[in-house]
């Protein structure tokens, strides 16, 4: 599959991890905007020639969390059709669940998987996404 189109925000406060999930989506050719805090991702989304495809973003951040801005990004529409993932490496249990209930689309612990199940697992989060969009949209036109 060619992702060369797909423009992906990563959100981490931490330059090794976010080099490191910039090169894991390099290695698939996505166009990628990183972001080292909450507030650069507000400021990247306002500032996006393309809509992102998806957005990844660490929970533990310092000044505005995972959560925080998660709940930010939803505030706006022109985010309505981009699923927002959660990465963490403090992966306890009912952690994914706390994120999905907190606005995220999918949840991954680091450390992340090799990239090609690291892109399965976002196609499949990104296909759920869409299913549910999809099943809203027709609840809604009923």
């Known amino acids: 599959m060619n992702y060369s189109n797909w423009r992906v925000l990563l959100v981490d ?3 090794g991890n976010l080099k490191m999930l910039n ?8 166009q990628v905007t990183t972001a080292s805090s909450g507030q650069e991702a507000l400021t ?6 393309q809509p992102f495809r998806f957005i990844l973003s ?3 951040m310092h000044h505005m969390d995972g959560y925080e801005l998660c709940n ?3 505030a706006l529409p022109e985010l309505n059709n981009t ?13 994914e669940q ?8 999918g949840y991954l612990s680091k450390p992340l998987p090799p ?13 759920k996404f869409m299913k549910d969009k999809h099943a809203a949209q027709n609840q809604s036109d009923r």
Not at 117 to 122: K, Q, W
Request: hydrophobic share 50%; proline share 5%.
């Open 13 to 15: 406060d931490n330059t």
């Open 23 to 30: 090169d894991l989506m390099m290695f698939y050719n996505l």
């Open 44 to 49: 990247a989304v306002q500032h996006m020639p």
């Open 58 to 60: 660490d929970i533990s």
């Open 72 to 74: 930010r990004l939803r």
């Open 83 to 95: 699923p927002i993932i959660a990465t963490t490496a403090l992966a306890m249990a009912g952690d």
């Open 98 to 105: 706390k994120a999905l209930a907190n606005g995220f689309d």
């Open 115 to 127: 990239p090609k199940e690291l892109m399965e697992r976002i196609i499949l989060i990104i296909s």
